[in-house]
T-cell receptor
Framework: DAGITQSPRHKVTETGTPVTLRCHQT?????MYWYRQDPGHGLRLIHY???????DKGEVSDGYSVSRSKTEDFLLTLESATSSQTSVYFC???????????FGEGSRLTVL | EDQVTQSPEALRLQEGESSSLNCSYT??????LFWYRQDPGKGPEFLFT???AGEEKEKERLKATLTKKESFLHITAPKPEDSATYLC?????????FGTGTRLQVFP
């Protein structure tokens, strides 16, 4: 199994508070991704990274920011959480920019 | 607009009862089609990549096939441990589009 660790695995927070989710990999893969998964929707890409300090937006990036200061860590930040950001967040990694992704276990975020 | 549709949404099978899951797509250009398995509370697990019409891939009781408009995931003589949600994704150019999945339940 690919070495991907997400933290925290569960978090409950209040509207307006900042939240940071962390993804840590031990595979030295170049590409890292943050997805969200909601009922009735397929996995949707929030942001991705193609190298240290190289990031780009996905299809649902509004309200989210990311940072990657080291190859192994990719952080997703919600500057001011809203109830619409209640979701399960998955980090994924890949060696090449293809659809062969390795996913983490997910982080369930509830915004009250 | 690029789209991926999976059917059925849910499928209940008796152990040993073979069936197929469908993934239909409309994309401007296909670089690859991918199948994943997702167990409850877990992240998706990569299964197969298909690149061109006519291609087939197999893994244990699963076989994935691809045409110009759709892909099938055939499950032969399923077992209860095959119960999961199966996700399809297509890659037109530089992005990946996921379907909403088929939830498969296999009963003994």
């Amino acid at each position: 199994d690919a070495g991907i660790t997400q933290s925290p695995r569960h978090k409950v927070t209040e509207t307006g508070t900042p939240v940071t989710l962390r993804c840590h990999q031990t595979e030295n893969h170049r590409y890292m991704y943050w997805y969200r998964q909601d009922p009735g929707h397929g996995l949707r890409l929030i942001h991705y990274s193609y190298g240290v300090k190289d990031t780009d937006k996905g299809e649902v990036s509004d309200g989210y920011s990311v940072s990657r200061s080291k190859t192994e860590d990719f952080l997703l930040t919600l500057e001011s959480a809203t109830s619409s950001q209640t979701s399960v967040y998955f980090c994924a990694i890949s060696e090449q920019p293809t659809g062969e992704l390795f996913f983490g276990e997910g982080s369930r975020l509830t915004v009250l | 607009e690029d789209q991926v549709t999976q059917s059925p949404e849910a499928l209940r099978l008796q152990e040993g009862e073979s069936s197929s899951l469908n993934c239909s797509y409309t994309v401007s250009g296909l670089r690859g089609l991918f199948w994943y398995r997702q167990d409850p509370g877990k992240g998706p697990e990569f299964l197969f990549t298909l690149y061109s019409a006519g291609e087939e891939k197999e893994k244990e009781r699963l076989k994935a096939t691809l045409t110009k408009k759709e892909s099938f995931l055939h499950i032969t003589a399923p077992k209860p441990e095959d119960s999961a949600t199966y996700l399809c994704a297509v890659q037109p150019l530089d992005k990946l589009i996921f379907g909403t999945g088929t939830r498969l339940q296999v009963f003994p």
